[in-house]
């Protein structure tokens, strides 16, 4: 069973998946993708295997430095 944090993990790389998806490789994109559809079917029931927690992690890792940098940009465009 998932935990709270997972479960969180989870869901953020879902929504960042469509905002970053570009700041990762395909494999990444995919894995992200496909843990979510896993968690959308079974909840807290699903099963992550350790690879592809790393694998999600560093993604998610990725996707909010991408996301962290267009703020930045924003904001010194907006200045």
Do not use: K, N
Not at 12 to 40: D, W
Not at 48 to 64: F, I, K, N, P, S
């Amino acid at each position: 069973m998932l935990r709270d944090p997972e479960v969180l993990d989870i869901i953020s790389s879902g929504v960042l998946l469509g905002r970053a998806a570009e700041a990762l490789s395909p494999f990444e994109a995919e894995t992200v993708a496909e843990i979510g559809q896993r968690f959308v079917t079974y909840r807290r029931e699903a099963v992550v295997t350790e690879a592809e927690w790393q694998v999600l992690r560093t993604a998610l890792e990725a996707m909010r430095r991408a996301m962290a940098e267009r703020l930045a940009q924003g904001e010194a465009e907006a200045a």
